[in-house]
T-cell receptor
Framework: GDSVTQMEGPVTLSEEAFLTINCTYT??????LFWYVQYPGEGLQLLLK?????DKGSNKGFEATYRKETTSFHLEKGSVQVSDSAVYFC?????????????FGTGTRLKVLA | GAGVSQSPSNKVTEKGKDVELRCDPI?????LYWYRQSLGQGLEFLIY????????KSGLPSDRFSAERTGGSVSTLTIQRTQQEDSAVYLC???????????FGPGTRLTVL
């Protein structure tokens, strides 16, 4: 069935380190892909998205490229900050038989140390 | 402007009781979504509304779960005869149009004793 798999956390990095959070998916059809972020004490919010193969989504220094050949959408940031500490969710959206379906990964907690 | 609001923020109930969870979307948003986040699990998509209509209810975990939306605004998620496995955070989101960016509420934490 359709699914999203993302790396288990927590991920602990020092400030200014390079970040990669892996996300792979299984889907029928052609999904749109998303990264959401949940900062401590806040609601979930969209970080970036990509709607077709080879699209790159970017926001706040984060990037992810829709790789159809490897069914992946890995999140990267060149230099993390303490303020990036949060839980990150990879997700996909499918349109099947005229209705939408949303599938989220289990989330990866990132902790950035000063 | 006001974001998505949900009430109550916390609900503790006894097994077998019915509960109602409420979601107030952002004004003017036509689409509304319900998710469940259980401990150690990702977000589980339950149902969405386009206007007052829910085209696909297959994501609801069991027939004890139902949802409605009236007036194209407020939505209620009802869980009948609650079970301990229903304990989770229930999140609501809304978007201007279907498939637009979703804005999430703070969630309702449901605990079934």
């Amino acid at each position: 069935g359709d699914s999203v798999t993302q790396m288990e956390g927590p991920v602990t990095l020092s400030e200014e380190a390079f970040l990669t959070i892996n996300c792979t998916y299984t889907a029928t059809g052609y999904p749109s892909l998303f990264w959401y972020v949940q900062y401590p004490g806040e609601g979930l919010q969209l970080l970036l998205k990509a709607t077709k193969a080879d699209d790159k989504g970017s926001n706040k220094g984060f990037e992810a490229t829709y790789r159809k050949e490897t069914t992946s959408f890995h999140l990267e940031k060149g230099s993390v900050q303490v303020s990036d500490s949060a839980v990150y969710f990879c997700a996909l959206r499918l349109l099947l038989s005229g209705t939408y379906k949303y599938i989220f990964g289990t989330g990866t907690r990132l902790k950035v140390l000063a | 402007g006001a974001g998505v609001s949900q009430s109550p923020s916390n609900k503790v109930t006894e097994k077998g009781k019915d509960v109602e969870l409420r979601c107030d979307p952002i004004s003017g948003h036509t689409a509304l979504y319900w998710y469940r986040q259980s401990l150690g699990q990702g977000l589980e998509f339950l149902i969405y509304f386009q206007g007052n209509s829910a085209p696909d209810k297959s994501g609801l975990p069991s027939d004890r779960f139902s949802a409605e939306r009236t007036g194209g605004s407020v939505s209620t998620l009802t869980i009948q005869r609650t079970q301990q496995e229903d304990s989770a955070v229930y999140l609501c989101a809304s978007s201007l149009e279907l498939a637009d960016t979703q804005y999430f509420g703070p969630g309702t934490r449901l605990t079934v004793l």
